[in-house]
């Protein structure tokens, strides 16, 4: 087997695992690259038909692109996909023109998040992160637990050796399952062109910009590139000398925003 | 391939891989611009450790407190590279790290010499069964480059490891925060003729492919699926072919393995490390913890010897019940006799025929099981020679099988 068949096997055992685990397992889809190859790796470990849900927390500042993207590949794959949204927040207004990006960040996708935990009753959720892309991320377990307040005890992980965790999910709390952790951006594109994964056309080049990294619209900035097409996605990312999520606001307003977002249970 | 780098606290973990990662250009100038940024130092000079070390509480402390994954590449393959903390306190995420690794590098503060968490680390990982190990004599800049100050450091390490009965692969005396011996061989270091860091991890080869192993296919779960049931695993060992049959453990049934499936379609054959679906001949005979093999079986028993590496700081108090977790095998067990036990740092004995085990130390027991257990010397079919204790909440003791006795 080579690089790539092995991250998706064993990716594909994290997976299963965690559906013998778990009762009540959601994919976590935010329609970019990651979790749509997540979503992949899912439909592949069960053979095309997801025995579970996927949820889309929706901030209501997607791109129109993600919607439909969304929309059309859900309805191609049969998902049974789930779309929540902190409607409390957005009425009272919270938005990116009157809030800073931490509040949105944690108002829209965090509390909109444990919201929809509460609702459905989910005890595990998939998530698209590696490590990569942020070196806290880079600190995350396969099978992390979650505490009813959403509380990331990142200083007392619990042991993870070979296969084996021990992360159950008691009343309240939830697992975040991490099967990409060892997948490298360039993996996941390289993965991308050679299983034929449909992705976001904001991630190809127009007019000298394209999307690296897919956040809410007000907050994520285009790099320069004039990558259009996979092969020169990929040959970019050879070569490049920026970060991932350089064009992603939220991480940046303040130091260990990342970790403080984490914490509070943020993806 | 993953290296996991292991020392004792403070002895340059973290500024090694930070060095490395530098040095081989695998971390974004935006990345070590923040890490400038974040630096304490008063003439803004990168602080290496930072570009791992991300938490707050670590770089307010100047420490590591769990491991993280990195990755870079050398021209001859990519390494995802874990750094474990050295801290005794935060052993169980150094284990955590170490459990993913094919190989190791133990560094060593030549100022201050072998020091507890250098012998523990070791230990570590002679216990996980990982033997490719580089010793990396660090901080010569401390020392002036001097030989005859690196020598009795390498004496005394060397001494430990062959009572551990570890030989390194190579033992390299660097400067990590300068570079040297690390990505290319040191001018500083005409003494030293042998190689550096990467040319070392270079030579290592790939890790044992288990395809020239007899099968061993793990049932994890059994997926009804369009009126059908699909047996979902990994093939662990061999190579499993369409139309073949095996040999189903415990029951000693045989079943013959209709399909090989995935999701556009099927495989006439699947190598070892494939996760795959099989269609069988009687499904409703496999359950989680079946294991399919052909060629010599595995020990089945309800009782094995091992060494076993406590994590708890509860200890592992003998006849208490926990549960045994080996492959998707989940077994109620107990620690029946701990006729050894000792400090996995000194490796003074402390204690026979004891009662309980106690947080970090490593004791020579005999397991019993409920009902009866598949496994395998590890050196074999790893996947079937290595496994946990855990109780309700955690993991509390890890071990490898070396040589299956049936007690």
């Known amino acids: 087997m080579d690089h790539l068949e092995e991250l998706e096997s064993n990716s594909i055992y994290i997976i299963r695992e965690a559906l013998w685990e778990f009762k009540k397992p959601v994919l976590l889809w935010s329609i970019g690259k990651d979790s749509t190859t997540l979503l992949w790796l899912c439909r592949k470990a069960f053979l095309g038909k997801l025995p579970f849900p996927v949820l889309h927390i929706d901030t209501s500042y997607k791109f129109p692109e993600m919607y439909s993207f969304r929309d059309n590949w859900a309805k191609e794959w049969g998902l049974d996909l789930i779309v929540e949204r902190n409607e409390e927040a957005l009425d009272k207004g919270v938005s990116y023109e009157t809030h800073d990006a931490f509040t949105c960040c944690h108002e829209l996708k965090t509390v909109a998040l444990q919201k929809a935990i509460a609702k459905h009753g989910y005890d595990a959720l998939f998530v698209g992160i590696r490590s990569d892309e942020h070196s806290v991320r880079a600190k995350e377990r396969h099978f992390s637990p979650r505490d009813s307040q959403f509380q990331w005890d990142y200083k007392n992980q619990s042991a993870e050796i070979w296969n084996h965790h021990s992360s159950t999910a008691d009343e309240g709390n939830h697992i975040r399952v991490h099967p990409l952790l060892e997948w490298t951006e360039l993996d996941i594109w390289n993965y991308i062109e050679r299983e034929g994964i449909p992705i976001n056309e904001l991630y190809f080049a127009k007019d000298g910009k394209r999307y690296r990294s897919l956040g809410c619209m007000p907050i994520t900035i285009p790099v320069e590139s004039e990558a259009d097409n996979l092969e020169k996605i990929i040959e970019e990312l050879k070569t490049s000398k920026t970060a991932e999520r350089a064009g992603r606001a939220q991480d940046k307003e303040k130091a260990f925003i990342m970790q403080k977002l984490r914490s509070l249970g943020y993806m | ?407």
């Open chain 2, 1 to 407: 391939m993953n290296i996991v780098i292991t020392g004792h606290v403070d002895h340059g973990k973290s500024t090694l891989i930070g060095r490395l990662l530098f040095d081989t250009n695998s971390i974004p100038e935006t990345v070590i611009e923040e890490a400038k940024r974040s630096s304490k130092r008063a003439d803004g000079s990168l602080e290496f450790a930072y570009l791992l070390d991300s938490l707050e509480e670590e770089r307010a402390k100047n420490i590591t407190i769990d491991a993280s994954r990195t990755f870079f590449k050398s021209p001859k393959r990519r390494y995802t590279i874990i750094d474990a903390p050295g801290h005794k306190e935060f052993l169980k995420n150094m284990v955590t790290g170490a459990s993913q690794a094919d190989a190791a590098i133990l560094i060593i503060d030549a100022s201050r010499g072998v020091e507890e968490q250098t012998k523990r680390h070791a230990f570590v990982l002679k216990l996980l069964g990982i033997q490719k190990i580089i010793v990396a004599v660090n901080k010569l800049d401390l020392i002036g480059f001097e030989q005859s100050k690196v020598t009795p450091v390498v004496e005394e390490i060397e001494k430990f490891l062959t009572s551990l009965e570890i030989t390194p692969q190579a033992v390299v005396p660097i400067a990590a925060m300068e570079g040297d011996n690390l990505a290319s061989r040191s001018k500083r270091t005409p003494w030293y003729t042998g190689p550096c860091i990467i040319e070392v991890l270079d030579s290592f080869e790939e890790r044992r492919d288990l395809s020239g192993e007899p099968i061993r296919f793990v049932v994890q779960s059994v997926l009804p699926q369009n009126g059908s049931e699909m047996i979902l695993g990994r093939v662990e060992s061999g190579v499993l072919k369409t139309g073949g049959k095996l040999r189903l453990l415990p029951s000693g049934r045989e079943i013959t393995v209709n399909g090989i499936k995935v999701m556009d379609g099927s495989l006439k054959e699947a190598p070892a490390g494939k996760s795959v679906a099989l269609t069988v001949d009687a499904p409703e005979a496999l359950n989680r913890g079946a294991v399919l093999c052909d060629g010599p079986s595995p020990t089945i028993t309800k009782s094995f010897k091992s060494s076993i590496f406590c994590l708890s700081p509860n200890g592992i108090p003998a006849e208490k019940t926990f549960t045994l977790k080996c492959a998707t095998q989940a077994i109620p067990c107990k620690v029946k006799g701990i006729y050894q036990k000792m400090n996995s740092s000194s490796l003074e004995q402390t204690g026979r025929n004891s009662d309980k085990l106690d947080e970090t130390e490593v004791g020579e027991v005999i397991i019993e099981t409920e009902y009866p257990v598949i496994v395998e010397n590890f050196s074999k079919i790893p996947a079937l020679g290595r496994f946990v204790l855990q109780d309700s909440d955690h993991i509390c003791a890890a071990g490898i099988i070396r040589e299956v006795s049936a007690q």
